[in-house]
Nanobody
Framework: QVRLVESGGGLVRAGGSLRLSCRAS?????MAWYRQAPGKERKLVAA???????DYEDSVKGRFIISRDNAKKTFYLQMNSLKPEDTATYYC????????WGQGTQVTVSS
């Protein structure tokens, strides 16, 4: 069973930056970052594939960067120019076939 551990969240002012990390217990080819705000559905915000191709949800394009370190089995989400609407719990998971969700990491952006 693949285990995913997210970290790096916190409280930051609007305009600030955070870098999230997702450590996997096994090598994963394709990974995505998701976020879930209170009362809303979980949504995919960024994805990266084994070859390095990336995709981003429109609202984070130009601000977020997804990357990977295969040797460390770790994926990252660099979040810049953060906005209050980015406030959510952030999760990572394998795509297209997800595994058990981790605990997520909370990101709170104050205005």
């Amino acid at each position: 069973q693949v285990r995913l551990v997210e970290s790096g969240g916190g409280l930051v002012r609007a305009g600030g930056s955070l870098r999230l990390s997702c450590r996997a217990s096994e090598s994963i080819n394709n990974m995505a970052w998701y976020r879930q705000a209170p009362g809303k559905e979980r949504k995919l915000v960024a994805a990266i594939r084994l070859g390095g191709n990336t995709d981003y949800e429109d609202s984070v394009k130009g601000r977020f960067i997804i990357s990977r370190d295969n040797a460390k089995k770790t994926f990252y989400l660099q979040m810049n120019s953060l906005k209050p609407e980015d406030t959510a719990t952030y999760y990572c998971n394998r795509i297209p076939f997800s595994v058990s969700w981790g605990q997520g990491t909370q990101v709170t952006v104050s205005s």
